[in-house]
């Protein structure tokens, strides 16, 4: 079991960059793949990133492909989404979630979750 602690949410212009880190603890980080998963008011939740154990494999939603990239770096146990071009629709409390294997995106089965971070892009 990992437990999982998002930062670095903020109210941001269009436009503007961001960097989320999600900071897990435990020791066996390196075996999850992890996930962000976003959840905007009034809609549900879904993964615009996901990256593999071995940070090979990353997934991104065609809404955030080509402005968000998500890295991790096992020896800090933490995982990043750093985002750029950010836009209002990118307005959301931002997840971060762990489970042993990719899978379908469109899964929001993890085994852990983050509390959140809130990110607001407004003029």
């Known amino acids: 079991q990992v437990q999982l602690v998002e930062s670095g949410g903020g109210l941001v212009q269009p436009g503007d960059s961001l960097r989320l880190s999600c900071a897990a603890s435990?020791?066996?980080?390196?075996?999850?793949?992890m996930g962000w998963v976003r959840q905007a008011p009034g809609r549900e939740r879904e993964t615009v990133a996901q990256i593999s154990s071995a940070g090979i494999n990353t997934y991104y939603s065609d809404s955030v492909k080509g402005r968000f990239t998500i890295s991790r770096d096992d020896a800090k146990n933490t995982v990043y989404l750093q985002m750029n071009g950010l836009k209002p629709e990118d307005t959301a409390n931002y997840y971060c979630?762990?489970?042993?294997?990719?899978?379908?995106?469109?899964?929001?089965?993890?085994?852990?979750w983050g509390q959140g971070t809130q990110v607001t892009v407004s003029s």
């Open positions: 979630a762990a489970r042993f294997q990719m899978g379908d995106p469109s899964s929001l089965v993890y085994s852990n």
């Open positions: 435990g020791r066996t980080f390196s075996l999850y793949a």
